[in-house]
């Protein structure tokens, strides 16, 4: 199982992202998929998590700046990340969870600049 995540960069507060993340092998559809980050210093933290149903949960601080979603023929998650601001600048992970497994895809920088 390989989790491919891309779509990190370098934008203004205000500005918009989009992060994809592309799984490869047998597990897409009935995990539960999510989007992590780690800011320097920091723990690593919940973002947003979408279940195989299409439930989702987000953390208080991105409730109404972003937005997952999952596209089941493409085995793809993504992240869309309106109005950001610096403290959301962090290493953006993809992970999935299904069963008892959880799977990690690398990081991808989003760095959000004042």
């Known amino acids: 199982v390989q989790l491919q995540a891309s779509g990190g960069g370098l934008v203004q507060a205000g500005g918009s992202l989009r992060l994809s993340c592309v799984a490869s092998?047998?597990?897409?559809?009935?995990?539960?998929m999510g989007w992590y980050r780690q800011a320097p210093g920091k723990e690593r933290e919940l973002v947003a998590a979408?279940?195989?149903?299409?439930?989702?949960n987000y953390a208080n601080s991105v409730k109404g700046r972003f937005t997952i979603s999952r596209i089941y023929a493409k085995n793809a998650v993504y992240l869309q990340m309106n109005s950001l601001k610096p403290e959301d600048t962090a290493v953006y992970y993809c992970?999935?969870?299904?069963?008892?497994?959880?799977?990690w895809g690398q990081g991808t920088q989003v760095t959000v600049s004042s």
């Open positions: 092998g047998n597990i897409f559809s009935d995990a539960t």
């Open positions: 979408i279940n195989s149903g299409g439930s989702t």
């Open positions: 992970r999935a969870d299904r069963g008892y497994r959880a799977y």
